[in-house]
Nanobody, 123 residues
Framework: VQLQASGGGLVQSGGSLRLSCAASGRTFSSYAMGWFRQAPGKAREFVAAIRRTGSSTYYADSVKGRFTISRYNAANTGYLQMNSLKPEDTAVYYC?????????????????WGQGTQVTVSS
């Protein structure tokens, strides 16, 4: 499966953005999807993940209550709604997919990655 992330941009602290991850090439509904981010000088970190059916979601503590992961399999697209953004959310955000019925947290498990989209939150 090929992934294309979009929707990043510059937003003020407290604002919102919605990232999209468009999938092509294989049956998207067979893949768990995750969002990860990497800030300058830092390691890539887990943000959120969703089961292939959408029935289970998991979040990093740092984004819980502010971010919502979702997917619309009929359109082969996943989303990350980000509200109440903070300057520390500034990073390149990546979507990833793994053909599994589980919901992986570790980036080493995912074997398909999008190209990343920049999110910058100004204070």
């Amino acid at each position: 499966v090929q992934l294309q992330a979009s929707g990043g941009g510059l937003v003020q602290s407290g604002g919102s953005l919605r990232l999209s991850c468009a999938a092509s090439g294989r049956t998207f509904s067979s893949y768990a999807m995750g969002w990860f981010r990497q800030a300058p000088g830092k390691a890539r970190e887990f943000v959120a993940a969703i089961r292939r059916t959408g029935s289970s979601t998991y979040y990093a503590d740092s984004v819980k209550g502010r971010f919502t992961i979702s997917r619309y399999n009929a359109a082969n697209t996943g989303y990350l709604q980000m509200n109440s953004l903070k300057p520390e959310d500034t990073a390149v955000y990546y979507c990833a997919a793994k053909e599994t019925d589980l919901v992986p947290f570790g980036d080493h498990v995912y074997d398909h990655w999008g190209q990343g989209t920049q999110v910058t939150v100004s204070s």
